[in-house]
């Protein structure tokens, strides 16, 4: 059976979209930027899941990231569903972070993602089936969060520009866009948002959505 594979699987959305797979009985890849991350998230889908493979990769290290995607796909086969969670989440007003600050966040928040679909999107749109989904935020850009806003901006350029290029070769491209905290027994309760993930993934294609908000 085709399965999944989660980047930024740590506590909160990415556990629980990990979670929400295996239960469906999808294998799944877990990766994280720590060994600790990685193995408590395997842990956890274990829990509820037929199989899971964990690996350790830092989503800003191209080489590092598509060797774990590698590494995943020759354990449990060419993914049908990967989900992009990665992001670097901190507030910063206009002007108070450095330039390499701010670079460093886009290229969590928006190259890793960018990275993993040039990985993963030719192999789907060859097979004719897949889908690739990234997790939004910000649906206001806000001023006390500045590398975020511009980020998650980013992001809904990105899942656009991608819908484009491989849409009509069958890969469904989408976002996910949270628009608050997320914290466990609160309106943006990661099992949740998780939903919305399995929903896009098994959307029939003339019914495809490119982004869903969950406003709480």
Known sequence: MPGAVVIGAGPGIGQAVARRFARAGLPVGVI?????????????????????VARAADSTDETALRAALDAIAEELG?????????????PDAPGELSAQAQLDAWA????GALTAAAHVAPAMASRGRGTFLITGG???????????S?????????????????????????????????????AFDPQDIAEHYWRLHTQPRHDWEREIVHGG
């Open 138 to 148: 910000m649906p206001e850009p806000e001023r006390e969060y500045v590398s975020l």
């Open 108 to 111: 969590v928040n928006v190259v």
């Open 32 to 52: 994280a930027r720590t060994r600790a991350t990685a193995q408590a998230a395997a842990e956890a889908v274990a829990q509820v899941g037929p199989r899971v």
């Open 150 to 186: 511009l980020g998650k901006a980013g992001v809904r350029t990105l899942v656009a520009l991608l819908d484009q290029q491989y849409g009509p070769l069958g890969v469904h491209v989408a976002t996910v866009t949270v628009a608050g905290p997320v914290a466990p027994g609160t």
């Open 78 to 90: 060419p993914p049908d569903v990967v989900v992009y969670n990665a992001a670097l989440i901190r």
